[in-house]
């Protein structure tokens, strides 16, 4: 029985006693689960902070997810690139041998040309994911096309110039450049088009050699030789053979592809530690130290324990108790 003595004392225990019960309950819940709380509310003070946290981790793993694809492309672009440079060296000495050994008969020459020509536009016309790397923004579309070029021209001088070339003939493509957002405020342009003039040369030397037959003559040998030099950046043009120079050749646009890498490698080394940062300030907002909640569970078990004592022994006050 509450009397009117003791029932402020009594209500004010019994409240004291169910906020014990509900911070008990909710450290248990801690101590389970490991967070402070299961809804924004149960952390109303840090929720926003704990948003913006998120939404930069999400961002954060957006960029790194688009670096990684577009660090593939330009892998495999920079194999492709690298091995047309390697098949350019190789059909080089070939012309050279052809050319001071006067043996390009021998060497089937023509059929040489033909393979190095059909193995450069293979190597452009590469695809990563159903997309073809030189293609520029026409990604659906195979870059290189050997088919249909028009005849070469008369390669004895003196030469008409400047001497044609057939990127038209070939390039489905377009001149745009691919680029991206890396990182904040950060874009870069990647990868190379099938019409950059390098790789022009080179096909435009194979077709002349293959055109000519098996026997070309000195004067296409020598044009030939005088594209696949400069292209390969051993040569800066040559005008007797109607070459203009280059401002960029294979080992440029290597070069070029590698700092495209280098950017994108540097923007994932700063995701990287950002990750972790976000990912430690995360976990500092929302979980809790288990052990510790363990021993607040201790000691509001302890204390819940001690008021339900407390309000028994309040509820059996009575002037008889007292009395006897």
Same mark, same amino acid.
């Given at each position: 029985m509450?009397? %009117?003595?003791?029932?402020a @004392? ?5 409240? #004291?006693? /169910?906020?014990?019960q509900?911070r008990?309950a ?8 490991? #967070?402070? &709380?299961?809804?924004?509310?149960? +952390? ?5 902070? @704990?948003?913006?946290?998120?939404? &930069?981790?999400?961002q954060?793993?957006q960029? %790194?997810?688009?670096n ?12 492709? %690139? $690298? ?6 060296t190789?059909?080089r000495?070939l ?14 020459i023509?059929t040489e040309?033909?393979?190095? *020509?059909?193995?450069v536009a293979?190597l /452009? ?9 030189f293609?520029g ?15 070469p ?5 003196p030469?008409? /110039?400047p001497?044609p ?10 001149? #745009?450049?691919?680029? &991206? ?5 950060? =874009? +870069? ?8 003039p390098?790789f022009?040369? @080179?096909l ?23 594209? +696949?030099n ?7 043009g040559?005008?007797?053979? !109607?070459?203009?120079?280059l =401002?960029q050749?294979i ?6 592809? !590698?700092?495209?890498?280098?950017? +994108?490698?540097?923007?994932?080394? *700063?995701h990287?530690?950002? #990750?972790?940062?976000l990912?430690? $300030?995360?976990a ?12 607040? %569970?201790? $000691?509001?078990?302890t204390q ?6 407390t309000?028994s ?6 002037l008889l108790?007292?009395?006897k």
């Amino acid at each position: 029985m509450t009397r %009117v003595s003791n029932y402020a @004392l009594n209500n004010f225990l019994q409240s #004291q006693t /169910l906020g014990v019960q509900q911070r008990l309950a909710d450290l248990q819940i801690q101590a389970s689960s490991g #967070q402070k &709380a299961q809804t924004y509310s149960g +952390i109303a003070a840090d929720a926003h902070q @704990l948003i913006s946290l998120q939404v &930069a981790q999400d961002q954060t793993a957006q960029y %790194v997810k688009t670096n990684a694809s577009i660090d593939s492309r330009l892998t495999t672009m920079e194999s492709s %690139v $690298s091995d047309i440079f390697k098949a350019a060296t190789n059909f080089r000495t070939l012309l050279l041998n052809a050319e001071n050994n006067n043996n390009a008969g021998d060497l089937s020459i023509d059929t040489e040309a033909a393979n190095f *020509r059909q193995q450069v536009a293979n190597l /452009l016309n590469v695809q990563v994911d159903g997309r073809y790397l030189f293609s520029g923004s026409r990604t659906d579309v195979k870059p290189v096309d050997l088919n249909g070029w028009t005849t070469p021209p008369t390669l004895t001088p003196p030469l008409t /110039l400047p001497l044609p070339t057939y990127t038209a003939e070939y390039y489905k493509g377009d001149s #745009q450049v691919m680029s &991206a957002d890396i990182d904040t405020s950060l =874009t +870069i342009k990647y990868g190379v088009t099938a019409d950059n003039p390098a790789f022009e040369y @080179l096909l435009r030397a194979a077709n002349y050699i293959q055109t000519a037959g098996p026997t070309p003559s000195q004067d296409e040998m020598e044009t030939a030789l005088s594209l +696949i030099n400069t292209a390969l950046g051993t040569e800066s043009g040559n005008a007797t053979r !109607g070459t203009l120079p280059l =401002t960029q050749d294979i080992a440029d646009i290597q070069a070029q592809i !590698g700092t495209s890498r280098s950017s +994108i490698d540097q923007a994932n080394s *700063r995701h990287s530690d950002f #990750q972790i940062y976000l990912t430690q $300030s995360i976990a500092d907002v929302q979980t809790v130290d288990v052990a510790q909640t363990l021993t607040q %569970v201790s $000691s509001y078990t302890t204390q819940l324990q001690a008021s339900h004592m407390t309000l028994s022994q309040i509820s059996q006050l009575s002037l008889l108790n007292y009395l006897k």
